[in-house]
């Protein structure tokens, strides 16, 4: 079983390449897992989709295959040519794809380093795939430790000490452009886990917020979380609030842009527009010369000054996101090698009884030694295997002992595939 990783992400696809490939909804994801599971060669998968990024995280029996299996099913789902994928994408496997997941949970290869929201994202991926029957126990076994890695960042660090995300990002450059949005009122659309936190990030500034939502019901529930100062408006009346308002904050799942051209009215007001939304929330086509609009790829950019802080910090948790993977691989590797062991010993007995067998009914040897014969087969088998056994168990705690373990399952005619490991682990 190997571990793989195919990433789309903010560091090498444009916000156009990403919003070419964004899944829109949750019966799209479990649609393309139910596809990619049925090939033999992928046992489980699972996919990370965020304004930021759309990965597909897969266990299987040939990685070649898989990544090949990812790209072509991708292509043919989201009707983007199959080369520029390949092109767009990074490929992780094995030792690099256990790395980069862990650093992904631990929020070091998100847009904001140390942002809060990546982890639970993941979580809500594999659980997602894990109801529909695409993930299950390989997995688990690595979202379990890269959670663990992810807990020992943030506790041994403090890079997540004042979380940054994208809705901070755009309100701290709003406030840069006005020089404050104390006392001004700014119009949310969204009230998703960015849409809140724009919300909360205006509020702490001073400002007043207009919340609208197409289901008003959420934005009643999220006002009344947050308290007096913000308003709930109808979604019916957006033309109407974004000739309003000068500041406006938009973070929607909407697969089409909610907010064009036919909508602005001529103004004699600057207007500061932030779109956080993957796809876009605003017309790419707007051009209005009092409307300056930020994308979530102009946020980016404006990020990075606001993390250059914790440059240090997150040497630290490189650190330790490379011992976790170490130890995980060691963890991995001792559970892996038990069955094998296990297995071979089941072989012997089973080799045992039909040769004991055999020579008692030729004749060679007296039914009633059949137990005296059959324990001291056993016994020279055991003084046989004692150290075999013993370089097995230490290989399986070094870097390349999956390949010798591999090899012994070949060479042996072992097949492991469907036996679960931890079933051992008392006979250890």
């Known amino acids: 079983m190997y571990y793989q990783v195919v990433s789309f ?26 596809t990619l ?4 060669f992928i046992l489980e998968a699972f996919v990370v989709n965020t304004c930021n990024r759309v990965e597909i995280i897969a266990a299987s029996r040939d990685n070649f295959a898989t990544y090949h299996a990812i790209l072509g099913l991708l292509s043919k789902t989201k009707n983007v040519n199959f080369y520029e994928l390949a092109k767009n994408a990074l490929r992780y496997e094995e030792d690099a794809a256990i790395e980069h997941f862990f650093s992904v949970v631990s929020s070091l ?9 990546i982890t639970g994202q993941v979580k809500d991926g594999y659980r997602l795939s894990y109801q529909n029957g695409t993930a299950g126990k390989e997995l688990n076994r690595l979202l379990s430790y890269a959670t663990r890695c992810a807990a ?11 979380p940054i995300s994208i809705a901070s990002v755009a309100v701290a450059q709003a406030e840069e452009e006005l020089g404050s949005v104390s006392g001004m009122i700014a119009l949310v659309i969204g009230t998703g886990e960015m849409g809140k936190l724009a919300c909360k990030h205006l509020l702490r500034a001073g400002a007043d917020v207009v919340l609208v939502s ?31 308002y000068r500041l406006l904050f938009t973070a929607t799942a909407s697969k089409e842009p ?27 086509g707007i051009s209005q010369d009092n409307i300056k609009i930020y994308f979530i790829d102009d946020l980016q950019e404006i990020s990075k000054n606001n993390h250059a802080l914790r440059k240090e910090q997150a040497l630290v948790a490189s650190e330790i996101v490379l011992r976790y993977k ?37 004749g060679f040897v007296p039914s009633e030694y059949r137990e005296n014969l059959e324990y001291m087969a056993k016994q020279l088998f055991d003084k046989f295997l004692h150290n075999p056994t013993k370089k097995m168990r230490s290989l399986s705690k070094e870097s390349e002992g999956s390949a010798a373990i591999e090899a012994i399952k070949e060479v042996f005619d072992i097949n492991t595939d469907s036996i679960d490991p931890k079933i051992y682990k008392k006979d250890n």
Not at 109 to 117: F, R, T
Not at 272 to 277: G, I, K, S, T, Y
Not at 339 to 348: F, G, H, W
Request: proline share 1%.
């Open 109 to 117: 290869d998100s847009m904001v380093v140390g942002e809060a929201q």
């Open 326 to 362: 170490e130890e995980f691989l060691r963890w991995l590797q001792a559970l892996s090698v038990e069955p094998v062991i296990k297995q071979m010993r089941l072989n012997i007995d089973k080799i045992v009884k039909e040769e004991v067998s055999r020579v008692i009914k030729k």
């Open 258 to 284: 909610i907010i064009t051209n036919d909508m602005i009215e001529e103004k004699n007001m600057e207007r500061l527009w932030f779109d956080m939304a993957i796809p876009r929330d605003i017309d790419n």
């Open 9 to 34: 992400n903010y560091k090498k696809c444009s916000l156009e390449q990403r919003e070419s490939i964004a899944f829109k909804d949750k019966e799209e994801i479990k649609t393309f897992l139910n």
């Open 37 to 40: 599971t049925d090939f033999e």
């Open 214 to 244: 197409r289901t008003k019901e959420h934005a009643i529930a999220l006002a009344q979380e947050l308290g007096e100062n913000v308003k709930v408006g109808d979604y019916e009346k957006l033309d109407s609030y974004i000739n309003k």
């Open 152 to 162: 020992e960042v943030r506790n041994s660090t403090n890079i997540s000490e004042h």
